[in-house]
């Protein structure tokens, strides 16, 4: 299996901090690489996918970026509402594999 | 849009099967592939596996011996059962779309709709 290793697994952060995650993965994956946020009680919601393409209704402060077996999550100025999980996940081969988590709190 | 909701018993008795459906609204089950997703309290994600129709499916090794997923067109409906079940299957589960966009030499897949979840406990 592709394992995926996301760092750090916690974030202390405030509102209007850039953010930054990443995901290292265990072999090479190309361009598929997806993004996830969870919130408590919720389902995860698809924020990107393909690294960089952002799904619709997404706000445009998360971006993506890498290849290959590096690949990081970017929140340009965190939000209240961005407080949550974040995992990665590879759609390159089965099965689908997710890092572990991202939690980001408050600061 | 599409919608989908799961549901199932939220309590299983140790060594039987856990059944859950996946009821899909707004679209076809034969459009895409349809996966379940699990997640122990207070953990991470767990992919489960996924079927395409009934033509394709594939499911994680660490439960294949022990999963099945088929899919009831009449009812737009995706299915999963877990046999012998234990408390590490206690969780929430998660059906999703697994949709795919691209053209000419790349395709890239996404799980762009979820259900809500349905929680499972296991316990005698």
Same mark, same amino acid.
């Given at each position: 299996d592709i394992q995926l290793t996301q760092s750090p697994s916690f974030l202390s952060a405030s509102v209007g901090d850039r953010v930054t995650i990443t995901c290292r993965v +265990?072999?090479?994956? +190309?361009?598929h690489l997806a993004w996830f946020q969870q919130k408590p009680g919720k389902a995860p919601k698809l924020?990107?996918?393909?690294?960089?393409?952002?799904?619709?209704?997404? &706000? *445009?402060r998360f971006s993506g970026s890498g290849s290959g077996t590096e690949f990081t999550l970017t929140i340009s100025s965190l939000q209240p509402e961005d407080f949550a999980v974040y995992y990665c996940q590879q759609?390159? *081969?089965? &099965?689908?594999t997710f890092g572990q988590g991202t939690k980001v709190e408050v600061k | 849009q599409v919608q989908l909701q799961e549901s199932g018993p939220g309590l299983v008795k140790p060594s039987e099967t856990l059944s859950l459906t996946c009821t899909v609204s707004g679209?076809?089950?034969?459009?895409t592939y349809w996966s379940w997703i699990r997640q122990p309290p207070g953990r991470g994600l767990e992919w489960i596996g996924y079927i395409y129709y009934s033509i394709s499916s594939n499911y994680n090794p660490s439960l294949e011996s022990r999963v099945t997923i088929s899919v009831d067109t009449s009812k737009n409906q995706v299915s999963l059962k877990l046999r012998s079940?234990?408390?590490?299957?206690t969780g929430v589960y998660y059906c999703a779309r697994e949709n795919v966009s691209g053209s000419g030499y790349q395709y890239y897949y996404y799980m762009d709709v979820w259900g809500k979840g349905t929680t499972v406990t296991v316990s005698s």
């Open positions: +265990s072999q090479d994956i +190309s361009s924020l990107m996918y393909g690294v960089s393409t952002l799904q619709s209704g997404v &706000p *445009s759609l390159h *081969s089965y &099965p689908r | 679209g076809s089950i034969r459009d079940v234990t408390a590490a299957d």
